[in-house]
């Protein structure tokens, strides 16, 4: 029903090549993490004018 990995645990060089790897995608300056940045900046500004000059 259930396989159980027979995969060895990853070395500590392994799991830093993944991590930065991961961190290269979904960091600050991925494609994901611009987007989110430049919503979040937007969303910013268009709050900035409701409170400066209101509806």
């Not at 799991?15 to 930065?20: I, L, S």
């Not at 995608?25 to 910013?44: F, M």
Request: charged content about 15%.
């Amino acid at each position: 029903m259930f396989e159980t990995s027979t995969r060895a645990p990853m070395t500590s060089a392994e799991e830093y090549k993944y991590a930065k790897l991961a961190m290269e995608w979904y960091g600050w300056g991925s494609p994901i993490g611009l987007g989110i940045l430049l919503v979040a900046l937007a969303a910013a500004a268009v709050l900035a004018r409701i409170a400066i000059f209101g509806f």
